[in-house]
């Protein structure tokens, strides 16, 4: 078993920033590729970005290439999700996840773990 526990959420402005962690227990962090995803109410929970259990690879999603960054410290068993030049179509809550069998966790259906979720607010 794993637990995500996802913090950094907030109101912010266009244009702001945010960076959401997730801190993870359980087994070891290394063991999982991890991802976030968010969802906005009345959409499906859509993959933002993902990082390999090395940290050597990444994904984006084009709404977000450029001023989202996603990094993981494994001593910490942590992920972070750094957003920039936030817009208001951001807004939604912010899922940490864990896949354990994936390269990279892109696929709802493939997440063995979720966080609770951590909402995100961007006002115009």
């Known amino acids: 078993q794993v637990q995500l526990v996802e913090s950094g959420g907030g109101l912010v402005q266009a244009g702001g920033s945010l960076r959401l962690s997730c801190a993870a227990s359980g087994r070891p962090f290394s063991w999982y590729a991890t991802g976030w995803f968010r969802q906005a109410p009345g959409k499906e929970r859509e993959s933002v970005a993902a990082i390999s259990r090395s940290g050597s690879s990444t994904y984006y999603a084009d709404s977000v290439k450029g001023r989202f960054t996603i990094s993981r410290d494994n001593a910490k068993n942590t992920v972070y999700l750094q957003m920039n030049s936030l817009k208001p179509e951001d807004t939604a809550v912010y899922y940490c996840?864990?896949?354990?069998?994936?390269?990279?966790?892109?696929?709802?259906?493939?997440?063995?773990?979720w966080g609770q979720g951590t909402q995100v607010t961007v006002s115009s």
């Open positions: 996840a864990a896949d354990s069998t994936r390269a990279l966790a892109v696929s709802r259906t493939g997440v063995d773990y």
